[in-house]
Every structure is written in C-alpha cells, then in structure tokens.
C-alpha cells in the first residue's frame, strides 16, 4: 500500500522567504503526483500535477519536482507572502487503479 | 472557469439517519470521485466512478456506502444509516483522463455532522 508522508508538519517563515516542502512515497511504480493547497474548512486547489514521465513543473512561484526512484517530490514557493498561509497537500496517483493516496500535509504560515 | 459544486456545504443528522451528498462534476469529465477528511486526518479516498460503475473503493466504503449517477450532471453518495464515525468532510472529485489517474478537480466539500 502506497504511504505518503510530507516533512515539516509545520513550518513558520518571514514574507520574503523562499522554501520548501517535502513529500516522500513508498511505492514508486506512481502514475502521477498532484500538489493541492487547502485553506481551513474548505475544499482543495490543485496548484501543479506533474507526470511520472517529467522532472519538474512550474506555475508562477510554485515550482515542483519529482524524483520516482528515490520516492520524493519537493515543492518550492518563491518569495513566499502571507497569502500563501495555508496547507499544503501532496497526493500520489499509482499506474494501477484509480485513487490517489494523500500525504500528511504541511501548516505553511507566513508572518508579515 | 469550470468548477466542481458540492451540496449541501453542511448536514447534519442523527445516528441511524440516512443522507444523501450531491455533487455536480465538470460537464466533459468521465472519472468521478468521493474522498473523505476526518477532521485532523488525511485525506482518504473511498470510491471512483466510471461509465456508469464503480471503478475501484476501498475498505472504508462499506455496504452502508453507496454511490449514484441520476442523471447527465449529478453524482450522488449515500450513507444508508450515519454513525457517530462518519463525521467528517466529504469531497468529490472529478478528472478528464481516458485511463489511469489523471488531475482531479476537487469540490469544496460537504461538512457532514452526525450527532
């Protein structure tokens, strides 16, 4: 059974700052890898999808990569704001089946 | 830009009751979704839905579970008889892909209470 985990749980930072979070999976016959963004009591955003078959994908500050054979995937926020306050989910889509299994989550907050 | 839309955004019932969640896919997507978020938890993915028959669920969709697609727009899931356990947030989810597990559209959720 694929497990999914993301590293900080939580993570505080100064607007400006640029970082990064991380999620590990244990499976590495992945289909695809799909990072989301949830703000409390709400729904999912998707932010990037990157395919088995590519390296990275970047969308504004976002930049993603994936790295299957050593089962990680990085998201990298630029010039992080305090609109990028929230939580950050990776999920993991195998080439057999239809779900995606989803990682812990990282708390992003950024302090003005 | 097309969106999933999820109804209600909050139910509550009693134990034993039944309820029904309705979500209304992107109009050209074949591949239909519920996943569930128990407050504090991951996000878990309970069934998928294609041309007209569940594709794949896992444990938790249970015989209490069931899913439906009335019409042309509406996908439903039904809990037959709520527990206590069920409480949670409810997501559907939708995706264009022909085979294998393409980007998936989330809803906003539905906030089920049971009490």
Known sequence: KQEVTQIPAALSVPEGENLVLNCSFTDSAIYNLQWFRQDPGKGLTSLLLIQSSQREQTSGRLNASLDKSSGRSTLYIAASQPGDSATYLCAVGLDTGNQFYFGTGTSLTVIP | ?115
């Open chain 2, 1 to 115: 830009e097309p969106e999933v839309t999820q109804t209600p955004s909050h139910q509550v019932t009693q134990m034993g009751q039944e309820v029904i969640l309705r979500c209304v896919p992107i109009s050209n997507h074949l591949y239909f979704y519920w996943y569930r978020q128990i407050l504090g938890q991951k996000v878990e993915f309970l069934v998928s839905f294609y041309n007209n028959e569940i594709s794949e669920k896992s444990e938790i969709f249970d015989d209490q579970f069931s899913v439906e697609r009335p019409d042309g727009s509406n996908f439903t899931l039904k809990i037959r008889s709520t527990k206590l356990e069920d409480s949670a947030m409810y997501f559907c989810a939708s995706s264009d892909t022909s085979g294998g597990v393409g980007e998936q559209y989330f809803g906003p959720g539905t906030r089920l209470t049971v009490t």
